[in-house]
Nanobody, 129 residues
Framework: VQLVESGGALVQPGGSLRLSCAASGFTFSNYAMSWVRQAPGKGPEWVSAINRGGTLTDYADSVKGRFTISKDNAKNTLYLQMASLKPEDTALYYC???????????????????????WGQGTQVTVSS
């Protein structure tokens, strides 16, 4: 099983980035997905979640209106489109998978690695001028 994040970079405030998370080794379409970030010296913060079918999404208040999560089950890939980036968005961004059982309307909004079934290695986003 692998979750491999990519797309992190150094970007100026107000800029945009798209993060990707490539999944393998499990049935991606059966899992709800989340993005969780961790800034230096701080605990993990849940950012966004999406149900397994990609039809339901949720966002932390800190990113609502600026970030968009999406899920391509045909490509086994999760995305996070980030716009209007702020210095406080600087963090290591992780994607995480959560089994949903029989429910298509479920997603998980926790920030604890141990509560997810799979967790990636992270991609660094730095927002600075």
């Amino acid at each position: 099983v692998q979750l491999v994040e990519s797309g992190g970079a150094l970007v100026q405030p107000g800029g945009s980035l798209r993060l990707s998370c490539a999944a393998s080794g499990f049935t991606f379409s059966n899992y709800a997905m989340s993005w969780v970030r961790q800034a230096p010296g701080k605990g993990p913060e849940w950012v966004s979640a999406i149900n397994r079918g990609g039809t339901l999404t949720d966002y932390a208040d800190s990113v609502k209106g600026r970030f968009t999560i999406s899920k391509d089950n045909a490509k086994n890939t999760l995305y996070l489109q980030m716009a209007s980036l702020k210095p406080e968005d600087t963090a290591l961004y992780y994607c995480a998978a959560k089994a949903t059982g029989s429910s298509n309307n479920y997603y998980y909004t926790g920030n604890s690695k141990g509560r997810y079934d799979y967790w990636g290695q992270g991609t660094q986003v730095t927002v600075s001028s």
